[in-house]
């Protein structure tokens, strides 16, 4: 692999596999995770296609277990040198009555496995890296599930505010950026409520480092061409912690690559 790698997670979903493929065009190189071995099979077919397959590896792993997590570090090792950051956007859907059993799988794969593969990627990310979080943005939640979902996401936001101050990250200047997409209890981030049903909303939260930690946010119903112009200038008011509440995983894929690699 040549020039920057970045380590994507979630390669074989919607939004992972649309990051990971922005990024091999624009010449990066990616180190994919990803858990179905067909959607495997045809994200590499694409690259291939493409041209790009000499830029791509692909880990067949689920960020539950450890001894995925650690082929995916080995990987990693077997660079020789620094990646530039990781893109988090791999997640697990919370189907049924969310029984005990259920609920601590959800949690494992969608908070405390990819916490623990971070961690152990923060030493491998080169000065001014990148970690780039993006929450499960699983669409078709009910009543009963939604709770688990909103815990997780604090979860993951608390533990990511954590992060900002860690030392490695503020020596190694790795700036951070945490996107809370999917179905999420508005009120926990102080945002309005707008009379959306919480199933057909999709929340996203970003946030640079930032000593200015209490700055007013920017929210909008939905994203429409009044929002694409914030979208655009996202690069510069970033650092002011907005908050978005947008529709669609183009959009997503924009902010994610604005708040990273454009910014």
Sequence with gaps: MNGKVFVVTGITGGNGGAVSKELLRRGFSVIGVGRNVKKIQRFECWAKQMGLEQRLDVV?????????????????????????????????????????????????????????????????????????????GAARINASTYPHYCRVKQWMEEWCDEMRLDSMVQEHQISMTLILMGVIATQIWDVPDHGVQPWMSRAIKAFMPSAERCAPKIVADSFDRRMESHVGRLASVIAHSPAFVLRGMESLVDLTIKTTIDY
């Design 60 to 136: 067949r792993a689920d960020l539950s277990y450890e001894t995925d997590r650690q082929r995916i570090i080995r990987q990693v090792e077997n660079l020789g040198c620094p990646i530039a950051g990781v893109f988090h956007l791999a997640g697990r859907a919370l189907f049924g009555n969310p029984e005990a059993e259920k609920v601590t799988a959800f949690e494992q794969s969608d908070f405390y496995g990819p916490v623990a593969l971070m961690k152990a990627l923060l030493p491998f990310i080169a000065e001014q890296g990148i970690i780039s979080v993006n929450t499960s």
